[in-house]
């Protein structure tokens, strides 16, 4: 079963303003994201802030985030993390930095742990 890809989907999303500890609230998604390895299935939920600097583009851009919290998941798999361990997933993300290649998609989605 090792060799088996680690698959992942969007089960759901919550868009809400979230109450934090240092300050206002803060725009973003909880997602719930299902996890299948093998036979074995998992869910986790990744909470995504909205980061100061995210432009009106990437707040409506509903894919991208998506995509961004499953990548970070599959970032924390590939450290180590599996997803039977409960854990409280908070990124922030930013605006996509652009492959230029002239395809006009994200080359790296970028978040970071918070």
């Not at 361990?85 to 742990?113: C, L, V, Y």
């Amino acid at each position: 079963m090792t060799d088996e890809p680690w698959l992942m989907r969007i089960e759901s999303g919550l868009a809400a303003h979230f109450k934090q500890a240092d300050g206002p609230s803060r725009p973003g998604t909880l997602w719930t994201v299902g996890i299948k390895h093998g036979n074995e299935h998992y869910q986790a939920m990744v909470k995504a802030l909205l980061a100061d600097d995210a432009t009106a583009a990437t707040r409506k851009d509903e894919k991208y985030q998506a995509q961004t919290a499953m990548q970070y998941l599959d970032e924390r798999i590939r450290q180590g993390w599996h997803p039977s361990q409960m854990q409280d997933h908070t990124i922030h993300i930013s605006n996509p930095n652009f492959d230029g290649g002239g395809g006009g998609e994200p080359a790296k989605p970028w978040w970071r742990f918070w």
